[in-house]
């Protein structure tokens, strides 16, 4: 709806209410799709929105505006959005663009050998035994398994379940290679030293070829422990994604923490983030975020992984409140305060 026609405002908000006092409705919460201003990932404003005469005329209706929250809330959609635009730009463009360590953990990802692959209706268990661990890991329930599967039915092929995964002997063959060339590395620096024992450059590279090696071997002696206990594969990270021809929604997640290492959650992203350029899609939604920009933040770290994309921030004007029938919406205020007291 254009937000700015006070006209078209006027008699929607007035044909809702007249349409909820029929229902017999106590009250309505809208959270308009407006932005209340652009920030960078610190919280700077970058673009702020004059929004209000809005919330003025809404007022008039008897719509009241709750104010401007920060947090997650059980009772509202998120207000604070990170948002990562990919319109005219290129891959590698969309790759220099995002932080160093986030573009050397995407990069690890492909010399690990991770992959990503679409989870059918039937494996949406394999996702919420990962997505359970990320509830544990923030101290919150959020979902119930049927949740993720009626939205996949709900959204159809607009809804992915995406699992990135490492086959662990694939992953050894890679190791392996990679001994087998420092070995012969190490042999020919060994043999440069013979020729001139006092080069400290040659010395110095002996030392970093050790520590490499020696790197490369605990690796593959754990690999080869992982797949005695684990098996052949590792789930490592998998997401719930929706996506419409504007937009792909990061809506929800989890990944097993033992197997950090692999960096499952880099890869989900940015295989994602090629799908939406192949299908030309220009905006790429990581979605909420609480709004609290410090170093205190409940979600600080979800906050870091974001912005390593070079995402940016969305704020929204937030939530009205119509109580469509007064008198009870005050008795439903007071008990709701009791029962939780």
């Known amino acids: 709806m254009d937000y700015s026609d006070m006209k078209l405002?006027?008699?929607?908000?007035?044909?809702?209410?007249?349409?909820?006092?029929?229902?017999?409705?106590?009250?309505?919460?809208?959270?308009?799709?407006?932005?209340?201003?652009?920030?960078e990932t610190d919280g700077e404003i970058i673009d702020k929105y004059n929004n209000k005469v809005l919330i003025k005329e809404l007022a008039k209706l008897g719509y009241i505006h709750q104010g401007y929250s920060t947090g997650y809330s059980q009772m509202s959609q998120i207000r604070w959005l990170s948002v990562l635009d990919l319109k005219d730009k290129t891959e590698t463009q969309i790759l220099?663009?995002?932080?160093?360590?986030?573009?050397?953990?995407?990069?690890?990802?492909?010399?690990?050998?991770?992959?990503?692959?679409?989870?059918?209706?039937?494996?949406?268990?394999?996702?919420?035994?990962?997505?359970?661990?990320?509830?544990?890991?923030?101290?919150?329930?959020?979902?119930?398994?049927?949740?993720?599967?009626?939205?996949?039915?709900?959204?159809?092929?607009?809804?992915?379940?995406?699992?990135a995964y490492v086959d662990l002997h694939n992953y050894l063959n890679k190791l392996n290679e990679k001994q087998n060339e420092l070995v012969s590395e190490l042999n020919k620096i060994n043999a440069k030293l013979e020729e001139s024992p006092n080069s400290k450059k040659t010395k110095s590279k002996l030392n970093q070829l050790k520590q490499q090696e020696a790197s490369n071997n605990r690796k593959i002696?754990?690999?080869?422990?992982?797949?005695?206990?684990?098996?052949?594969?590792?789930?490592?990270?998998?997401?719930?994604?929706?996506?419409?021809?504007?937009?792909?929604?990061?809506?929800?997640?989890?990944?097993?923490p033992?197997?950090?290492?692999?960096?499952?959650?880099?890869?989900?992203?940015?295989?994602?983030?090629?799908?939406?350029?192949?299908?030309?899609?220009?905006?790429?939604?990581?979605?909420?975020?609480?709004?609290?920009?410090?170093?205190n933040a409940e979600d600080y770290g979800v906050q870091r992984f974001k912005e390593g994309f070079n995402a940016y921030i969305e704020e929204y004007i937030g939530d009205f409140i119509k109580p469509v029938r007064p008198l009870i919406y005050k008795l439903y205020q007071l008990t709701e305060k009791a029962r939780h007291k």
């Open 258 to 295: 033992e197997y950090n290492q692999f960096m499952g959650a880099y890869r989900l992203q940015w295989e994602m983030i090629k799908f939406a350029k192949k299908n030309h899609i220009d905006r790429y939604n990581f979605y909420g975020v609480t709004g609290d920009f410090s170093d």
């Open 96 to 163: 220099n663009e995002m932080d160093y360590q986030t573009r050397r953990n995407i990069k690890k990802t492909y010399e690990m050998g991770v992959q990503v692959r679409t989870l059918s209706i039937d494996e949406t268990p394999a996702f919420f035994e990962l997505f359970r661990m990320a509830e544990e890991k923030h101290g919150f329930k959020f979902r119930e398994l049927e949740y993720f599967k009626q939205m996949q039915h709900t959204y159809g092929n607009r809804a992915f379940l995406k699992m």
């Open 221 to 256: 002696n754990e690999t080869k422990d992982l797949i005695k206990t684990k098996g052949d594969t590792l789930n490592l990270a998998a997401a719930l994604y929706l996506y419409n021809e504007h937009e792909v929604y990061y809506l929800s997640s989890g990944s097993n």
């Open 9 to 39: 405002v006027k008699y929607f908000f007035a044909s809702l209410t007249k349409y909820l006092r029929k229902l017999k409705c106590i009250y309505v919460l809208v959270d308009p799709y407006l932005l209340e201003s652009i920030r």
